[in-house]
């Protein structure tokens, strides 16, 4: 089991921050449009350039190749993409991921509200809801240690937004990684519990 653990890390107009997140913890953040967020989380990821580094229990960021990081610090954006036709091109076809242990993909559709025979749908036919919750299992499909949630449920009604959120904690129960999720639903952090923080003028500022 492995923390998350921010040192200096800053990006474009964000001050240098540092954050730890405990192996299981789920840590919340929140803040108006354009404070950073979503460029916190990629800078999180290594999608974009930045300062400063990020830890997975004790290896750096900068210890590893990029993909491998990556995949072990997995983040969902707010708006996913997709590349192939249909929805099983874009999930293991060994359901492994070559870590030998079993991924249960069928599982996670189930509790997300899909039939088997989604794999076999062509992505133009989904909605935007069906999109955001089969990226989460494309995500989940990667065995990450730690999740970085961009907006996860936001545009869900609330009982597709219910088996969301019960996977998502299921799963960081079960595995024991570190979430940190940005939402601005006080009421979805108020339900989950864990730390909250608000992103100001670059800033983490802790909320009550």
């Not at 099983?88 to 079993?102: C, K, Q, V, Y």
């Not at 299992?137 to 009982?159: K, S, W």
Request: charged share 25%; hydrophobic share 40%.
């Amino acid at each position: 089991m492995a923390g998350l653990r921010l040192a200096g890390l800053g990006h474009r107009s964000l001050a240098p921050l540092d954050l730890g997140l405990e192996a299981g913890e789920l840590v919340f953040l929140s803040g108006p449009s354009g404070s950073g967020k979503s460029l916190l989380l990629r800078a999180i990821a290594d999608l974009d350039p930045h300062v400063g580094e990020a830890w997975l229990g004790d290896e750096a960021r900068s210890s590893m190749a990029p993909p491998l990081w990556r995949r072990r610090v997995g983040l969902l954006p707010a708006e996913s993409f997709w590349w192939g036709e249909t929805v099983g091109e874009h999930l293991p076809s060994d359901r492994t991921n070559g870590t030998g242990a079993e991924t249960p993909i069928a599982d996670w559709l189930t509790a997300l509200g899909f039939a088997p025979e989604v794999l076999d749908w062509s992505v133009k036919r989904l909605s935007t809801g069906e999109r955001q919750r089969l990226a989460l299992v494309r995500l989940l499909a990667q065995t990450p240690e730690a999740l970085l949630l961009d907006e996860a449920t936001a545009n869900l009604d609330p009982a597709n937004r219910d088996q969301v959120e019960t996977l998502i904690e299921r799963y960081r129960r079960e595995r024991q990684v570190a979430v940190l999720w940005v939402s601005h639903d006080p009421e979805q952090r108020r339900r989950l519990g864990g730390r909250s923080y608000r992103l100001h003028e670059g800033r983490l500022e802790s909320e009550s």
